[in-house]
């Protein structure tokens, strides 16, 4: 459900994909709504809150995006809890994490979207510690470090922003040294 529903997105398809993505929950909710805390289930979710987020921020509901961006987080933030050693849930957070900062600072809310990328630095340097040859980590720095500097020039903390840009511009060094292709 979840691929079609990404693939439908992707194809400018929202009605359709909210629909491939509510069945996805509705399937994936059930154990959690029983009592049953699967390990197994939660990543799921979390990705499904993660993409209906997306869709409808795409579809301009963005209140209601905002709630489901943070529906994914609290459950990958169960899951870092339960599953420190796994690098993936921790990425997908940081994910989230930027994704809804970019909803945050696009809604006229950029103080809010420096809350969100802080806590995403916070969980990537925490897998980068863990995992210092996972290449994911600096793309993801990166990429949070750039959109935060968005948010730091609207709320005028110029500095702030040179700054994170250029820890975006280091983390995309390492990037270049691991694969010179880049």
């Known amino acids: 459900e979840m691929m079609y529903a990404m693939s439908l997105e992707t194809n400018h398809r929202a009605s359709e994909a909210l629909e491939a993505i509510e069945r996805a929950r509705a399937i994936l909710e059930k154990p959690v709504e029983a009592g049953s805390r699967s390990e197994d289930l939660e990543p ?3 990705d499904v809150y993660g993409a209906l987020a997306l869709v409808l921020d795409e579809s301009g509901r963005r209140d209601e995006a905002l709630a489901a961006y943070r529906r994914a987080c ?4 169960a899951l870092v809890r339960s599953k ?4 993936m849930i921790g990425h997908e957070l940081a994910r989230t994490l930027g994704n809804m900062g970019i ?3 696009d809604g006229g809310r950029p103080a809010e979207a420096l809350v ?3 806590r995403a630095r916070e969980v990537l340097k925490v897998i980068g510690k863990a995992n210092p040859t996972l290449i994911r980590i600096p793309a993801a720095s990166a990429w949070i470090d750039t959109i935060a500097a ?3 020039v ?3 903390r110029d500095g702030e922003a040179l700054e994170a840009l250029g820890r975006a511009r280091a983390a995309r060094e390492i990037l270049i040294k691991a694969n010179p292709a880049v």
């Open 150 to 152: 968005g948010a730091l």
């Open 84 to 87: 420190p050693e796994d690098p």
């Open 154 to 156: 609207t709320l005028g």
């Open 44 to 46: 799921g979710l979390a």
């Open 74 to 77: 609290d459950l990958s933030e």
């Open 116 to 118: 969100a990328y802080d």
């Open 103 to 105: 909803s945050l600072h």
